[in-house]
């Protein structure tokens, strides 16, 4: 089961990754319209939370420690982040539904709030690669610093 977590951590990882190239062909499309965002509305709205849920139920099954589990769960709450920075950052257009000052500042915290989904992706995989294929003598390192030993 361990070795299902972590492929599943890394479509997760891959799909983070990917959201950041569909929002970089949604910048560059011309003429660019709502549906230019279409693929990343879709995938870190809908792929990324199921992966997540899913990378969190196999992490249980899985056995991980609960830092683990919650930390494979982390993504979901910060796409929830995501769309609130949307739409806090659009309460500050002004009245014809142009972009001030204030609400790109808001809405700039979409990218870093992006990049730390990444992130927390990269360290979910890390992690759970580790469990699912340990190196010779975790066992008793594991065990001194109180974590789980991994099942042979």
Not at 30 to 58: C, W, Y
Not at 69 to 83: F, K, N, R
Not at 112 to 137: D, H, S, T, Y
């Amino acid at each position: 089961m361990r070795k299902v977590y972590a492929a599943i951590a890394g479509l997760l990882l891959a799909a983070a990754v990917f959201q950041m190239y569909l929002a970089a062909v949604g910048a560059f499309d011309k003429p660019q319209d709502d549906s230019s965002f279409a693929l990343h509305t879709m995938n870190g709205m809908m792929i990324i939370p199921v992966l997540s849920l899913v990378a969190t139920a196999a992490a249980a099954a899985a056995k991980a420690p609960g830092r683990q589990i919650g930390m494979t769960v982390l993504p979901l709450g910060l796409i929830i982040v995501q769309s609130l920075i949307v739409v806090v950052g659009r309460l500050f257009d002004d009245s014809t539904g142009n972009t001030t000052t204030l609400s790109l500042v808001i809405l700039g915290l979409h990218a870093i709030n992006g990049m730390a989904i990444i992130g927390v992706c990269e360290f979910v995989f890390r992690r759970a690669r580790q469990l699912a294929w340990p190196k010779p003598g975790a066992h008793s390192q594991d065990a001194a610093e109180g974590r789980p030993v991994p099942a042979s």
